[in-house]
Each structure stands twice: as structure tokens, then as C-alpha cells.
């Protein structure tokens, strides 16, 4: 018997099933990062909006990426996993070298993530959804050692599309 030759009729057949029974929609559209508010700045600590579209829907948007670095690397930065969930949004923090996820804190809770440049309010961090656009707020403080300009570089997902990591501002 050839154990390398599988079959996935079951899985077609219930994708199908679910499809033509409205479980699933077909995507078409990619999201976007359309931007960061402030997209530049000083001070330890302030919120940043980061927008999102899809012209599927904002609430079609499932994950969003942020990364507070000078070279959009994940270790010595402040980069941030946004998994979109029903109650709000779980947030997950990088580790200094940029190999282990802390987390995840739910936004709106009285948790808080940190690393050695920054740290994440979840009980002032928020998503929200509006027509084609979703938004991520961060509530972020940065450490004194990680003063200094910084990029920001942000991507999205949806399901279908990764829109991969796009400069936003600085």
C-alpha cells in the first residue's frame, strides 16, 4: 500500500457542504493597512489606532501585526500579534530575542505584557469595527532603554490574504 497517496474526499466534501450552506463565504478581496494614528511622536507612553481594511468587511479581518523596531526585526523589538475574538482581541508580545510569544492577554482586562523595550495595557487596548474597516488600539509604553526613533511596520489577515509587514510611520 502506498502510504504517500492520500485521499481528502472528506474534506472536499464537507468544505462543499459547509460552503453551499453559507458556513463559509468566499473571500475576495485583500485587506489593508491604511495607517497609524499618530504615525510619529515622542514620549514613553501613548495610544496608537491602527487601521485595517477589507472591502469584505472589517470584521472579516482576523489577525493584525505590529512591530515598534528599526529594521521591522522581531528581536530587540516590541512586535505585537492582534488575534481578533468575539470578546475583544487577544494580545500576544514578542520576547526580547523575538522567538517566544508572551501572552495572550484579552484587551480590556487589568493585564499587561513586557519585554525589555515595552509594555502593552490590555485594560486601555481595544479593537473596534465599523462598514469596511477595522481598528486595533494599542495603549503602549515604551522603557527608557529603547528610547530612540522607531519604525512602525504593521500587517494583516483575513482568512484568505496575508498582507505581509508594510512601513505605517516612524
Excluded: H
Excluded at 48 to 72: M, R, W
Excluded at 143 to 156: H, L, M, N, R, T
Amino acid at each position: 500500500m502506498d502510504t504517500r497517496r492520500r485521499t481528502y474526499t472528506p474534506f472536499i466534501a464537507l468544505f462543499a457542504l459547509c460552503f453551499a450552506a453559507g458556513a463559509l463565504e468566499a473571500q475576495v478581496n485583500p485587506p489593508a493597512v491604511t495607517g497609524v494614528d499618530p504615525a510619529s511622536g515622542s514620549g514613553a507612553s501613548r495610544s496608537f489606532v491602527f487601521s485595517y481594511s477589507d472591502a469584505d468587511g472589517g470584521g472579516t479581518i482576523q489577525v493584525a501585526s505590529v512591530n515598534f523596531s528599526n529594521g521591522n526585526s522581531g528581536s530587540n523589538s516590541c512586535w505585537i500579534w492582534a488575534s481578533f475574538v468575539p470578546e475583544g482581541v487577544n494580545l500576544y508580545l514578542a520576547n526580547d530575542a523575538g522567538t517566544v510569544w508572551l501572552g495572550p492577554v484579552l484587551s480590556g482586562t487589568q493585564n499587561a505584557l513586557q519585554n525589555g523595550q515595552c509594555i502593552i495595557n490590555a485594560a486601555d487596548s481595544f479593537p473596534s469595527t465599523s462598514g469596511t474597516v477595522r481598528d486595533l488600539t494599542l495603549a503602549m509604553s515604551f522603557k527608557p532603554a529603547y528610547a530612540g526613533s522607531q519604525a512602525i511596520f504593521s500587517s494583516v489577515y483575513d482568512g484568505t490574504f496575508w498582507i505581509p509587514s508594510i512601513w505605517v510611520g516612524s
